[in-house]
């Protein structure tokens, strides 16, 4: 089971529960939350419905194939949030905890670079767009030199 939602409503950790199924002896989350670095007041997501939603399917698909998940669920905040609101949620299960454990940071690690988001950040000095960065590519390329 996969489930995918972009949404601009709070996300609420319920959703962890969801990914609980007979057989799963191991569920594993992780949770992003908007950082008030370098003043940061306000972060704005933006995204291509459609086309962000099958970023995530794909991601969710890979991880599910490759570590034999019984259930993966991405949850994407869009839309204007403050320090300390959860941006992402990403939960999984499977049938051991290295399993989960591995899905779970492979889906966080491949969302960084698969999944089109637009990120601007207001401070009190103005707004800036996020640029992508370096280290989010080279966590998603282990992935890739790991087989996949």
Known sequence: MIRIRVSPEPIDLAE?????VAGAGAVASF??????DDGVASLTL??????????????????????????A???HRVGPMAPGERIVLIAVA????????EACAYCIDRLKTDAPFWKREATGAGE?????????ADRAAVWDDAGG
């Open 16 to 20: 962890i529960e969801a990914v609980e």
């Open 31 to 36: 949770v992003g939350r908007v950082r008030a």
């Open 46 to 71: 933006e995204h291509y419905p459609g086309m962000t939603e099958a970023a995530l399917e794909a991601v969710a698909q890979a991880a599910t194939e490759r570590w034999s998940l019984s259930a």
């Open 73 to 75: 669920t991405i949850v």
């Open 94 to 101: 499977a049938a051991h905890r290295t399993a989960a454990l």
């Open 128 to 136: 800036r767009w996020v640029e992508a960065r370096a280290g989010d």
